[in-house]
């Protein structure tokens, strides 16, 4: 959340001006299209863009929290498949629990959007159902 600016701290002329909030910052995020390997059963996996631009989140975490609108939360393992000369991270053990409590189906669309605990990476999953 944006906290309001104090300029009367600063030696620039727009301490005359007052306080203002900051526009808002979006969190890092990727999105996930539930499809009909996910919805029986397969892991799925984090987007390589996502991973590309944020590697120190990702590579060297092994559990993370997928938290619902209702705030609950549900650790899951991240594991990386290595095959041939690509890499993937997929989030593992604790997925089905997650998948579960927040009812997914195939269709449904995924937001996972980063927010840190400490050093330990929670993602806030917004779903959008498919028949929406």
Request: with cysteine.
């Amino acid at each position: 959340m944006a906290m309001p600016i104090n300029h009367s701290d600063t030696n620039d002329d727009t301490s005359s001006h007052g306080s203002f909030t900051s526009p808002p910052t979006i969190p890092p995020s990727f999105r996930h299209i539930v499809t009909s390997n996910i919805a029986s059963g397969m892991y799925p996996f984090v987007d390589n863009a996502f991973v590309a631009k944020h590697p120190d989140i990702l590579q060297h975490f092994v559990i993370v929290i997928l938290r619902l609108h209702d705030m609950s939360e549900y650790p899951c393992e991240v594991y990386k498949y290595q095959f041939e000369f690509k890499s993937k991270i997929y989030i593992g053990t604790g997925w089905h629990n997650f998948y579960t409590a927040g009812n997914i189906r195939e269709g449904d669309r995924l937001q996972f959007h980063l927010a840190l605990r400490g050093i330990i990476p929670i993602f806030n999953v917004q779903i959008t159902r498919a028949d929406e």
